[in-house]
Nanobody
């Protein structure tokens, strides 16, 4: 079993930056891909970015390309999401999730963190 804990959310103004962290523990060797999803009120949960723990290859949703950067530190079992030039539409609960293989579908992710709120005021 893998446990994920997110941190780093908060209230910022449009144009500001935030860095989210995802700390993983447990049977981490079973996970290949760790991703950040977000869910705004009344909307579907959507994939923001993902990274392979093995190869470091990354995936980004079009809405965040050029503004967000996902990275990993395998020594610390951590994944980060650097968010720059934040917009009001980035406001959501951000979740860290782990999958045994690379996937962009939320239904493929068996392990989820509790989420961290990001609020961007315009």
């Amino acid at each position: 079993q893998v446990q994920l804990v997110e941190s780093g959310g908060g209230l910022v103004q449009a144009g500001d930056s935030l860095r989210l962290s995802c700390a993983a523990s447990g049977r981490i060797f079973n996970t290949h891909f760790i991703s950040w999803f977000r869910q705004a009120p009344g909307q579907e949960r959507e994939l923001v970015a993902g990274i392979s723990r093995i190869t470091g290859s990354t995936y980004y949703a079009d809405a965040v390309k050029g503004r967000f950067t996902i990275s990993r530190d395998n020594a610390k079992n951590a994944v980060y999401l650097q968010m720059n030039s934040l917009k009001s539409e980035d406001t959501a609960i951000y979740y860290c999730a782990a999958c045994v293989s690379a996937s962009i579908r939320a239904s493929d992710y068996a392990t989820w963190g509790q989420g961290t709120q990001v609020t961007v005021s315009s």
